[in-house]
Protein backbone atom coordinates (compact mmCIF):
# COMPACT_ATOMS: atom_id res chain seq x y z
CA UNK A 1 0.00 0.00 0.00
CA UNK A 2 1.60 3.33 -0.72
CA UNK A 3 1.86 5.37 2.12
CA UNK A 4 -0.08 8.46 2.46
CA UNK A 5 1.37 10.31 5.48
CA UNK A 6 4.99 10.62 6.34
CA UNK A 7 6.52 11.73 9.64
CA UNK A 8 7.63 15.61 8.29
CA UNK A 9 3.85 16.28 8.10
CA UNK A 10 2.28 18.67 10.44
CA UNK A 11 -0.27 16.84 12.61
CA UNK A 12 -3.33 19.01 11.56
CA UNK A 13 -2.59 18.26 8.12
CA UNK A 14 -2.79 14.69 8.53
CA UNK A 15 -5.52 14.70 10.70
CA UNK A 16 -7.40 17.28 8.80
CA UNK A 17 -6.75 14.55 5.79
CA UNK A 18 -8.15 11.71 7.20
CA UNK A 19 -9.72 12.43 10.38
CA UNK A 20 -10.57 8.55 10.98
CA UNK A 21 -6.71 8.46 12.68
CA UNK A 22 -7.62 10.60 15.24
CA UNK A 23 -8.52 7.53 17.28
CA UNK A 24 -4.91 6.15 16.92
CA UNK A 25 -3.78 9.65 19.07
CA UNK A 26 -5.96 9.18 21.48
CA UNK A 27 -5.18 5.39 22.29
CA UNK A 28 -1.38 6.80 22.23
CA UNK A 29 -1.85 9.59 24.40
CA UNK A 30 -1.57 12.37 22.32
CA UNK A 31 -5.21 13.48 22.56
CA UNK A 32 -4.30 16.82 23.32
CA UNK A 33 -2.92 17.30 20.48
CA UNK A 34 -5.78 16.89 18.02
CA UNK A 35 -8.07 18.61 20.77
CA UNK A 36 -9.55 21.75 19.44
CA UNK A 37 -7.18 23.95 21.49
CA UNK A 38 -4.25 21.52 20.13
CA UNK A 39 -5.39 21.64 16.43
CA UNK A 40 -5.25 25.31 16.99
CA UNK A 41 -2.10 26.25 18.66
CA UNK A 42 0.33 23.15 18.39
CA UNK A 43 -0.87 20.95 15.98
CA UNK A 44 -0.39 23.87 12.99
CA UNK A 45 2.90 23.90 13.27
CA UNK A 46 4.11 20.31 15.16
CA UNK A 47 5.58 17.50 12.60
CA UNK A 48 4.05 13.98 13.38
CA UNK A 49 7.83 12.89 14.14
CA UNK A 50 8.53 15.32 16.65
CA UNK A 51 5.71 14.36 18.66
CA UNK A 52 6.27 10.79 18.67
CA UNK A 53 9.98 11.36 19.32
CA UNK A 54 9.06 13.37 22.21
CA UNK A 55 6.58 10.87 23.41
CA UNK A 56 9.26 7.92 23.15
CA UNK A 57 6.51 6.34 20.74
CA UNK A 58 7.73 3.66 17.59
CA UNK A 59 7.57 5.95 14.03
CA UNK A 60 7.08 2.94 12.17
CA UNK A 61 4.60 1.35 14.26
CA UNK A 62 2.35 4.70 14.50
CA UNK A 63 2.57 4.84 10.98
CA UNK A 64 1.24 1.24 10.03
CA UNK A 65 -1.61 2.24 12.41
CA UNK A 66 -2.24 5.33 11.00
CA UNK A 67 -2.41 3.97 7.58
CA UNK A 68 -4.97 0.75 8.84
CA UNK A 69 -7.25 3.82 10.14
CA UNK A 70 -7.23 4.87 7.01
CA UNK A 71 -7.97 1.70 5.03
CA UNK A 72 -10.57 0.98 7.77
CA UNK A 73 -12.50 3.77 6.82
CA UNK A 74 -12.90 1.87 3.59
CA UNK A 75 -13.36 -0.86 4.08
CA UNK A 76 -16.07 -2.35 7.13
CA UNK A 77 -15.03 -6.20 8.20
CA UNK A 78 -18.52 -7.26 9.80
CA UNK A 79 -21.72 -8.10 8.03
CA UNK A 80 -24.71 -6.13 6.88
CA UNK A 81 -28.36 -6.92 7.15
CA UNK A 82 -28.69 -7.92 3.29
CA UNK A 83 -26.54 -11.00 4.75
CA UNK A 84 -29.84 -12.78 6.72
CA UNK A 85 -33.05 -13.62 5.14
CA UNK A 86 -34.58 -12.98 8.57
CA UNK A 87 -33.96 -10.15 11.71
CA UNK A 88 -34.85 -12.89 13.84
CA UNK A 89 -31.71 -14.97 12.58
CA UNK A 90 -29.50 -12.51 14.52
CA UNK A 91 -28.15 -12.31 17.99
CA UNK A 92 -26.69 -8.84 17.73
CA UNK A 93 -28.00 -5.88 15.38
CA UNK A 94 -26.30 -2.23 15.27
CA UNK A 95 -27.54 0.27 13.89
CA UNK A 96 -24.70 2.91 14.07
CA UNK A 97 -24.54 6.69 12.91
CA UNK A 98 -21.68 7.84 10.85
CA UNK A 99 -18.08 8.77 12.23
CA UNK A 100 -18.63 5.39 14.80
CA UNK A 101 -19.85 2.61 12.12
CA UNK A 102 -16.54 1.69 10.72
CA UNK A 103 -14.60 1.82 14.57
CA UNK A 104 -17.65 0.19 16.13
CA UNK A 105 -17.66 -2.81 13.39
CA UNK A 106 -13.51 -3.40 13.75
CA UNK A 107 -14.18 -3.51 17.52
CA UNK A 108 -16.82 -5.42 17.55
CA UNK A 109 -15.79 -8.11 14.85
CA UNK A 110 -12.58 -8.31 17.03
CA UNK A 111 -14.38 -9.34 20.42
CA UNK A 112 -16.54 -11.23 18.67
CA UNK A 113 -14.01 -13.20 17.33
CA UNK A 114 -11.54 -13.90 20.22
CA UNK A 115 -14.87 -14.85 22.28
CA UNK A 116 -15.48 -17.27 19.81
CA UNK A 117 -11.90 -18.42 19.96
CA UNK A 118 -12.33 -18.67 23.53
CA UNK A 119 -15.11 -20.91 23.64
CA UNK A 120 -18.09 -18.45 24.26
CA UNK A 121 -21.15 -17.72 23.07
CA UNK A 122 -21.68 -17.67 19.00
CA UNK A 123 -22.81 -14.25 18.12
CA UNK A 124 -24.67 -13.68 14.88
CA UNK A 125 -24.19 -9.90 14.47
CA UNK A 126 -24.86 -7.49 11.32
CA UNK A 127 -23.61 -3.95 11.58
CA UNK A 128 -25.03 -1.26 9.26
CA UNK A 129 -25.34 2.49 8.77
CA UNK A 130 -27.74 4.32 10.66
CA UNK A 131 -28.58 6.53 7.92
CA UNK A 132 -29.43 3.36 5.28
CA UNK A 133 -32.08 2.39 7.50
CA UNK A 134 -34.04 5.47 8.33
CA UNK A 135 -36.45 4.53 5.16
CA UNK A 136 -36.21 0.84 5.21
CA UNK A 137 -35.53 -1.06 8.83
CA UNK A 138 -37.20 1.44 10.92
CA UNK A 139 -40.43 1.70 9.13
CA UNK A 140 -40.13 -2.46 9.10
CA UNK A 141 -39.71 -2.33 13.22
CA UNK A 142 -43.45 -0.61 13.18
CA UNK A 143 -45.02 -3.82 11.58
CA UNK A 144 -43.02 -6.08 14.04
CA UNK A 145 -45.58 -8.49 16.15
CA UNK A 146 -43.58 -10.90 17.88
CA UNK A 147 -40.80 -10.26 19.94
CA UNK A 148 -38.76 -13.33 18.27
CA UNK A 149 -38.94 -11.48 15.54
CA UNK A 150 -36.35 -9.53 16.86
CA UNK A 151 -32.72 -9.65 17.57
CA UNK A 152 -31.58 -10.82 20.87
CA UNK A 153 -29.25 -7.24 21.03
CA UNK A 154 -30.21 -4.36 19.50
CA UNK A 155 -28.07 -1.49 19.18
CA UNK A 156 -29.25 2.19 17.03
CA UNK A 157 -28.65 5.56 17.06
CA UNK A 158 -31.32 8.73 17.38
CA UNK A 159 -34.38 9.11 18.70
CA UNK A 160 -35.62 6.37 16.27
CA UNK A 161 -39.11 3.40 15.79
CA UNK A 162 -37.82 1.31 19.11
CA UNK A 163 -39.23 4.49 21.18
CA UNK A 164 -41.99 4.89 19.54
CA UNK A 165 -45.61 3.98 21.66
CA UNK A 166 -46.33 1.07 19.39
CA UNK A 167 -43.08 -0.72 19.98
CA UNK A 168 -42.61 0.52 23.58
CA UNK A 169 -45.89 -0.55 24.59
CA UNK A 170 -45.94 -3.77 22.53
CA UNK A 171 -42.34 -4.90 23.21
CA UNK A 172 -40.40 -2.76 26.24
CA UNK A 173 -43.42 -2.00 28.89
CA UNK A 174 -43.90 -5.65 29.17
CA UNK A 175 -40.58 -6.15 30.30
CA UNK A 176 -39.06 -7.83 27.31
CA UNK A 177 -35.77 -5.77 27.73
CA UNK A 178 -33.77 -4.39 30.22
CA UNK A 179 -31.16 -2.22 30.92
CA UNK A 180 -27.76 -4.31 31.60
CA UNK A 181 -25.27 -1.16 32.25
CA UNK A 182 -23.83 -0.50 35.53
CA UNK A 183 -21.67 2.63 34.73
CA UNK A 184 -21.40 5.32 37.04
CA UNK A 185 -22.11 8.60 34.86
CA UNK A 186 -20.09 11.90 34.10
CA UNK A 187 -21.55 14.87 35.61
CA UNK A 188 -22.95 16.27 32.18
CA UNK A 189 -24.77 12.92 31.55
CA UNK A 190 -26.25 13.17 35.40
CA UNK A 191 -27.00 16.72 34.80
CA UNK A 192 -28.93 16.46 31.46
CA UNK A 193 -30.52 13.29 33.02
CA UNK A 194 -29.77 11.01 29.87
CA UNK A 195 -29.55 7.67 32.17
CA UNK A 196 -32.67 5.52 31.68
CA UNK A 197 -34.31 6.07 35.51
CA UNK A 198 -36.31 3.29 34.30
CA UNK A 199 -33.49 0.77 33.55
CA UNK A 200 -35.32 -0.29 30.44
CA UNK A 201 -32.94 1.09 27.78
CA UNK A 202 -28.94 1.22 27.93
CA UNK A 203 -26.96 4.68 26.89
CA UNK A 204 -23.55 3.61 25.37
CA UNK A 205 -22.90 7.48 23.97
CA UNK A 206 -24.22 10.36 22.81
CA UNK A 207 -23.88 11.49 19.08
CA UNK A 208 -23.57 15.54 19.78
CA UNK A 209 -24.48 17.98 17.59
CA UNK A 210 -23.09 21.30 17.51
CA UNK A 211 -23.80 24.62 15.52
CA UNK A 212 -20.64 25.35 13.07
CA UNK A 213 -20.41 28.99 11.93
CA UNK A 214 -18.26 30.27 8.70
CA UNK A 215 -16.66 33.18 10.00
CA UNK A 216 -16.19 34.53 6.42
CA UNK A 217 -20.30 34.44 6.02
CA UNK A 218 -21.27 35.51 9.74
CA UNK A 219 -19.60 38.92 8.70
CA UNK A 220 -20.15 41.48 12.19
CA UNK A 221 -23.15 39.41 13.25
CA UNK A 222 -22.97 38.05 17.21
CA UNK A 223 -22.28 34.16 17.03
CA UNK A 224 -24.82 32.06 18.86
CA UNK A 225 -24.42 30.98 22.08
CA UNK A 226 -27.53 29.03 22.48
CA UNK A 227 -29.80 26.98 20.57
CA UNK A 228 -32.51 29.53 21.05
CA UNK A 229 -30.46 32.05 19.18
CA UNK A 230 -30.64 29.68 16.18
CA UNK A 231 -34.04 32.17 15.99
CA UNK A 232 -32.86 35.40 15.66
CA UNK A 233 -34.47 36.65 12.35
CA UNK A 234 -30.65 37.80 11.99
CA UNK A 235 -30.00 34.08 10.65
CA UNK A 236 -32.96 34.38 7.61
CA UNK A 237 -31.88 32.11 5.27
CA UNK A 238 -28.74 31.17 7.20
CA UNK A 239 -28.83 27.80 8.79
CA UNK A 240 -28.10 24.77 7.23
CA UNK A 241 -29.46 21.56 8.71
CA UNK A 242 -29.45 17.92 8.15
CA UNK A 243 -32.49 17.31 5.83
CA UNK A 244 -33.59 16.80 1.92
CA UNK A 245 -36.65 17.77 0.05
CA UNK A 246 -38.37 14.62 2.30
CA UNK A 247 -36.69 14.55 5.77
CA UNK A 248 -34.96 17.07 8.04
CA UNK A 249 -33.20 16.18 11.40
CA UNK A 250 -35.86 15.12 14.45
CA UNK A 251 -33.14 15.24 16.64
CA UNK A 252 -32.36 18.98 16.17
CA UNK A 253 -36.21 19.81 15.30
CA UNK A 254 -37.54 18.23 18.69
CA UNK A 255 -36.14 20.21 21.37
CA UNK A 256 -37.40 22.79 19.37
CA UNK A 257 -40.61 21.73 19.04
CA UNK A 258 -40.76 20.93 22.96
CA UNK A 259 -39.64 24.06 23.83
CA UNK A 260 -41.47 26.80 21.54
CA UNK A 261 -44.16 24.47 19.87
CA UNK A 262 -45.13 25.55 16.47
CA UNK A 263 -44.01 29.23 16.42
CA UNK A 264 -40.49 27.77 17.44
CA UNK A 265 -40.73 25.44 14.22
CA UNK A 266 -41.84 28.28 11.75
CA UNK A 267 -38.82 30.34 13.24
CA UNK A 268 -36.44 28.22 12.59
CA UNK A 269 -37.79 27.10 9.43
CA UNK A 270 -37.45 30.87 8.15
CA UNK A 271 -34.05 30.73 9.05
CA UNK A 272 -32.87 27.49 7.09
CA UNK A 273 -31.24 28.31 3.75
CA UNK A 274 -30.42 24.24 2.83
CA UNK A 275 -31.37 20.99 3.98
CA UNK A 276 -27.81 18.29 3.43
CA UNK A 277 -25.79 15.56 4.76
CA UNK A 278 -23.22 16.65 7.16
CA UNK A 279 -20.80 15.39 4.63
CA UNK A 280 -22.00 17.63 2.20
CA UNK A 281 -22.00 20.81 4.42
CA UNK A 282 -18.31 20.00 5.28
CA UNK A 283 -17.89 19.86 1.59
CA UNK A 284 -19.85 23.46 1.26
CA UNK A 285 -17.55 24.94 3.86
CA UNK A 286 -14.83 24.54 2.36
CA UNK A 287 -15.48 25.70 -0.84
CA UNK A 288 -16.90 28.66 0.20
CA UNK A 289 -20.75 27.75 -0.36
CA UNK A 290 -23.64 27.84 1.99
CA UNK A 291 -24.96 29.52 4.57
CA UNK A 292 -23.56 31.51 7.89
CA UNK A 293 -24.38 28.47 10.20
CA UNK A 294 -24.51 24.58 9.97
CA UNK A 295 -25.85 22.50 12.49
CA UNK A 296 -24.28 19.28 12.59
CA UNK A 297 -22.56 16.37 14.64
CA UNK A 298 -19.36 17.62 16.53
CA UNK A 299 -17.05 15.04 14.85
CA UNK A 300 -18.04 15.97 11.48
CA UNK A 301 -17.02 19.63 12.62
CA UNK A 302 -13.31 18.47 12.42
CA UNK A 303 -13.63 17.27 8.87
CA UNK A 304 -13.32 20.86 7.33
CA UNK A 305 -9.90 21.22 6.14
CA UNK A 306 -9.90 24.84 6.79
CA UNK A 307 -10.39 25.00 10.43
CA UNK A 308 -9.29 28.69 10.48
CA UNK A 309 -12.17 29.59 8.72
CA UNK A 310 -14.70 28.05 10.82
CA UNK A 311 -15.96 28.50 14.89
CA UNK A 312 -17.43 25.27 16.14
CA UNK A 313 -19.68 26.47 18.35
CA UNK A 314 -20.63 23.89 21.87
CA UNK A 315 -23.48 25.86 23.00
CA UNK A 316 -23.83 26.92 26.95
CA UNK A 317 -27.19 24.75 26.88
CA UNK A 318 -25.61 21.62 25.74
CA UNK A 319 -24.98 20.01 22.22
CA UNK A 320 -27.95 18.29 21.36
CA UNK A 321 -27.60 14.57 22.61
CA UNK A 322 -28.82 11.97 19.74
CA UNK A 323 -28.73 8.69 21.65
CA UNK A 324 -26.98 5.71 20.70
CA UNK A 325 -29.27 3.30 22.42
CA UNK A 326 -28.57 -0.55 23.67
CA UNK A 327 -31.33 -3.37 23.74
CA UNK A 328 -31.47 -6.45 25.28
CA UNK A 329 -33.80 -9.29 25.39
CA UNK A 330 -34.22 -9.85 29.09
CA UNK A 331 -34.19 -13.55 29.01
CA UNK A 332 -30.83 -13.87 27.22
CA UNK A 333 -28.91 -11.38 29.46
CA UNK A 334 -27.59 -14.48 31.07
CA UNK A 335 -26.09 -16.63 27.98
CA UNK A 336 -24.97 -13.58 26.51
CA UNK A 337 -23.32 -11.60 29.66
CA UNK A 338 -19.86 -11.48 27.75
CA UNK A 339 -21.03 -9.53 24.89
CA UNK A 340 -22.80 -7.36 27.28
CA UNK A 341 -19.86 -6.51 29.78
CA UNK A 342 -17.85 -5.77 26.36
CA UNK A 343 -20.55 -3.57 25.00
CA UNK A 344 -21.36 -1.58 28.32
CA UNK A 345 -17.57 -1.91 29.45
CA UNK A 346 -14.80 0.41 29.45
CA UNK A 347 -13.13 -0.69 26.21
CA UNK A 348 -15.60 -0.11 23.44
CA UNK A 349 -16.15 3.14 26.00
CA UNK A 350 -12.78 4.41 24.87
CA UNK A 351 -13.24 3.56 21.20
CA UNK A 352 -16.58 5.76 20.90
CA UNK A 353 -14.71 8.65 23.02
CA UNK A 354 -11.99 8.32 20.09
CA UNK A 355 -14.39 8.64 18.12
CA UNK A 356 -15.81 12.07 19.78
CA UNK A 357 -19.48 10.34 21.10
CA UNK A 358 -19.48 11.37 24.98
CA UNK A 359 -20.01 8.29 26.87
CA UNK A 360 -21.41 8.41 30.30
CA UNK A 361 -18.19 6.60 31.68
CA UNK A 362 -16.71 9.03 34.70
CA UNK A 363 -13.74 7.12 34.52
CA UNK A 364 -12.80 7.20 30.82
CA UNK A 365 -11.23 10.53 30.09
CA UNK A 366 -11.85 12.70 26.71
CA UNK A 367 -11.89 16.15 25.30
CA UNK A 368 -15.72 15.89 25.41
CA UNK A 369 -16.99 13.97 28.17
CA UNK A 370 -17.45 17.20 30.53
CA UNK A 371 -18.68 19.05 28.37
CA UNK A 372 -22.41 20.27 28.36
CA UNK A 373 -25.35 17.70 27.07
CA UNK A 374 -29.08 18.37 25.74
CA UNK A 375 -31.46 15.63 26.26
CA UNK A 376 -34.81 15.59 24.93
CA UNK A 377 -35.66 13.76 28.47
CA UNK A 378 -37.25 10.72 29.30
CA UNK A 379 -40.54 12.11 31.05
CA UNK A 380 -40.97 13.34 27.25
CA UNK A 381 -40.74 10.90 25.17
CA UNK A 382 -43.11 8.01 27.39
CA UNK A 383 -45.50 10.37 28.03
CA UNK A 384 -45.46 11.45 24.28
CA UNK A 385 -45.59 9.28 20.73
CA UNK A 386 -42.59 10.24 19.07
CA UNK A 387 -43.83 8.95 16.47
CA UNK A 388 -47.43 11.40 16.46
CA UNK A 389 -45.15 14.45 17.70
CA UNK A 390 -42.74 13.81 14.55
CA UNK A 391 -45.69 13.55 12.52
CA UNK A 392 -47.07 16.98 14.35
CA UNK A 393 -43.23 18.44 13.30
CA UNK A 394 -43.44 17.92 10.18
CA UNK A 395 -46.81 19.18 9.33
CA UNK A 396 -45.53 21.81 10.47
CA UNK A 397 -41.95 22.65 9.62
CA UNK A 398 -41.93 20.94 6.12
CA UNK A 399 -44.32 22.82 4.40
CA UNK A 400 -42.44 25.75 5.86
CA UNK A 401 -39.32 24.83 4.90
CA UNK A 402 -39.79 23.73 0.94
CA UNK A 403 -39.00 27.13 -0.50
CA UNK A 404 -35.46 25.83 -0.02
CA UNK A 405 -35.41 22.10 -0.69
CA UNK A 406 -38.17 21.86 -3.72
Not at 49 to 57: C, H, K, Y
Not at 180 to 196: C, F, M, N, Q
Not at 346 to 358: C, M, Q, S, Y
Amino acid sequence: MIQPIHLDMKIAELVNAWPETRAVFVAHGLEALISEDGMRVLAPFLTLGTALRSRGIAAQSFLRLLNEAIAEEEVCEAPGLTDYTSQGDLTLLALMPCGIKVPFAKAISTFLAELRHAGGPEVTYAVEGNLNQELSYYSYVSTIERIEELPDIIVSADFNSFYHQSFYQRFVVPGNFVDVAATLPTASYEKAGILDPEHQFSILGVNPLVMVADLDRVGERPLPTTWDDLLNPCWTEEVTLRGNKDFFCHAVLLPFYREHGAEGLLGLARNVCEGLHPAQMVKNIDSGQGGALYVMPEFFAHRVKHQERIRIIWPEDGALASPVTLMVKKERVAELQPVLDYLTGKELAKVLVGARFPTPHRDVPGELQEKPLKWIGWNFMRNNDLAAVNAAIDEIFMPAVQRVVS
